[in-house]
Each structure stands twice: as structure tokens, then as C-alpha cells.
């Protein structure tokens, strides 16, 4: 009967301490996002034009940034433009197929 106890006890111990932990982990990100958060979104918005919607906002007045955000945005949909086309070709290409009589096996 003791070890049953021993063992429960360990394990709610074990089940409180990384319910904690993950609670501690959770508040530090949100302190640390709230301090860096603007430096941060930018820093990622940097990696890639498709994540440019990431970036904080402009502050008013600043051209270069609206200049460097309208780019990104265009670069965004001129890929996007291409995805379409090849999708409309692939099924422009399965709609002819389809159409075509088939052949009957033997």
C-alpha cells in the first residue's frame, strides 16, 4: 500500500511540476514578446517578402518603409499570379484529357 502512494505521489509531483514549468515557459515568452516583440517582427518580416505582413507598423510620414512594403506586397502577388496560372494550366490540361473518348479494353 505504501509504494501504491510513493508512486501516486510522484507522480502528481511530476504532473504539477511540468504543468508549472510550462506556465513559467508561457509567461516569460509573453514578457519577452511584449519587450522585444516590434524588434523581433521585424527582424522576421526581414527574412522573406512573403512574411512582410509581419513587419510593425510605419510610423506616419515614413515613405521608404510604405515604398519597401508596397514591393514586398507586389513581389507577394506576382507569386501568387504564377501559383494560378499553373493551376489553371494543370486543369486546362485534365479538362482536355477528360473530354477524350477512351478507348474500350478487350
Known amino acids: 500500500m505504501m509504494k501504491a502512494r510513493s508512486g501516486l505521489g510522484k507522480l502528481v509531483s511530476f504532473a504539477f511540476s511540468r504543468v508549472l ?9 509573453g514578457m519577452a514578446w511584449q519587450a522585444y516583440g516590434g524588434t523581433a517582427r521585424k527582424t522576421i518580416a526581414s527574412w ?3 512574411l512582410a505582413w509581419m513587419a510593425p507598423p510605419a510610423a506616419p510620414g515614413s515613405a521608404s518603409s510604405s515604398s519597401d512594403r508596397l514591393k514586398a506586397m507586389s513581389l507577394a502577388l ?12 494543370e486543369m ?4 482536355d484529357e477528360g473530354d477524350q473518348p477512351r478507348r474500350r479494353r478487350r
Open 78 to 89: 506576382a507569386a501568387a499570379r504564377q501559383s494560378l496560372d499553373k493551376v489553371g494550366t
Open 21 to 29: 514549468l510550462i506556465f513559467i515557459l508561457g509567461f516569460a515568452a
Open 92 to 95: 486546362s490540361k485534365l479538362q
Open 48 to 50: 522573406s517578402p512573403r
